[in-house]
């Protein structure tokens, strides 16, 4: 047995006080006279046995009536765990998951409300002296500090529903941040959390064993759950009027079959698609919704469920850009490509835009989807540097030789970019033998296919190098299977290579009835908008095209009333915005330049939250080995339990009980003990 204060026993030297009352405590006797006291003997004997056991009770009594009260102000506990640590400097770190997962209900209300009142029996488990540091989901900087215990509960009222979601590892490392800045302190950390499987850590948690970690796990109801968890539109390149496919993946994180979940599709605030959908058991569907009517300009679209009860995820949004016209840039040695001009301009869509090689602006190449070489004899270096760049991004690039190209700067073109490049030029009369019908190119372009189709006719073709690319596309091929026409993937973007130039000398490919919707086809899969949407806690970067801003037009996300200025970093054919943590709420957003919208960005929540499976008490043990104990939550206080770990068995309340019992004793001794008897012998 210890004691918190061993100071208050020098008061155990005030027990002499009733000792000294008690011997110097002469009562004077009243006489009282008889005739013949021989008849008397035997009683005052028996009189005077039963005094004296009286006194040595009552001055028992009075002993250890003052000895417990003494001990009691001592604060005696029998020690625990964490005893050695009593004496120093309290320092906790208290993390409340307060995640789109702790709306669930169970029997004290909602999991975040009982992390709360969990959180503040354990502040009140430690002394008037500790300091406390308050964690949740959004690692805002404010909680970065050690509070008084009024302070914690206060900002614990504090506390809403984020859409962050963190791992173990990430909490604790947050909490070690802080706690290892605390020299010479006892350091503690508390996770209050429902545990859900999406914070598991694939290693163990690699924490310090110089602090107490303690594992608070909340019990929930289990719920089914059906949500979106992504999109994605089939055409690249969007135009008006025309109509759309979106394929959408529901996903249900149940362990039991959802039924006719109701589905809808809005766009710019009006319906266009419907839908019902049942999904097994924890398993994903992936369906296509087509809608069309749309006007040039972004388009803000959202997915809406009727899923009950679990409701944070049952919207998803998603903006996508639908353009007026599509630019298109054709470079060439000077002279104007004649077939390339005719394609373009059969349809008032495409906006082509002839530069020659020699007067590139490099850094508008970004703003082009598509860029088509021709008749180039010699690629400069710093076009080639920069086109690599381009694709590397995301960009499409076509080319056709020239008829006297130099070969070796096409080597240094396509080369970086993974693509074969043209080694010698063969000449001819062959024919091509072969289309590839599954390309993405051709899929879905024609509703019957000859069996003999008329291919193109070549007459001298440029002989590729062997290609090491396992993207590989083939468009179209020669005898012995040799590349007529094929695409690569390379970066982010795509090139395609054709063997031949784009004059009648070569081949008749710029007049044959195939050329046109080939172009159409790989000009409209060349789009590399933004994504469709990003995903809070998760994507901290936004890249958009290129936009100029100085100090007085600053760039701004703007959603009814809330507004935030990103930083802004300007790269080459781009603009990147850092948010950070400063978003904290889903929807759509509009990027304003001063008064004008340059884009419209879509922000969810992070699916992850969406499966509520949770961890077992052996897999958190597992997860993180540092951990003294895994508790859960229930309807008795968390206080008394983290009391005897830290602090032992505290026995001062047991003290005062027996020093009232002893007290008692001695008021009933004083009043209720006789020592005179009852009954006198007659005299004889």
Known sequence: MHFLYPAFLFALLTLAIPILVHLFNFRRYQKVFFSNVQFLREVQEQQSSRKNLKERLILASRLLALAFLVFAFAKPYIPGQNAANSGKQQSVSIFVDNSYSMQTLNREGTLLDEAKRRAKEIAAAYTINGRFQLLTQDFEGKHQRLLSRDEFNDAVDAVQISAQSRTLQQIISRQQSLLNMQKGSSNSAYIISDFQK?????????????????????????????????????????????????????????????????????????????????????AVQYDTLTFSGLQAGWQRAEITLQDNPVTFDNQFYFTFNVKQQMPVLLLDGGIPNPYLKAVFAADPFFAAKRVPDGNVDYAALSSYPIIILSDINAISTGLSQQLKTYVNKGGMLVVFPAADADLNTYQALLKPLNAPWPEKLLTGDIKVTGINLQSSVFKNIFENFPQNPDLPLVKKYYQFSTSANNHTENLMTLPGNKPFWAGYTSGKGKVYVAAVALNEDFSNLPRHALFVPIMFRIALLSGHDAPLFYTLGKDETIETSSIQTNEKQLLKLVKGSQSIIPDTRQQEGSTLLYISDQLQQTGIYELKKQDSTVAAIAFNDNRSESDLTYLTSAQLTKTIPQAKAVLEGGKASLQAAITETNFGVQLWKLCIILALIFLGAEILLVRFYKTQKQAIKQPV
Not at 238 to 253: A, D
Request: charged share 20%; hydrophobic share 40%.
């Open 198 to 282: 999406n914070m598991d850590s694939p290693q163990p948690v690699k924490a310090d064993t110089g602090i107490s970690i303690n594992l608070i796990q909340l019990k929930a109801n289990t719920l089914p759950n059906v949500a979106v968890d992504s999109v994605s539109l089939l055409s690249a390149i969007h135009r008006p009027g025309e109509s759309e496919k979106l394929v959408i993946r529901i996903h249900n994180y149940a362990d039991q079959k959802a039924d006719k979940i109701p589905l809808k599709l809005l766009i710019n605030w009006q319906q266009k698609a419907l839908g019902s959908y049942t999904v097994n058991a924890r």
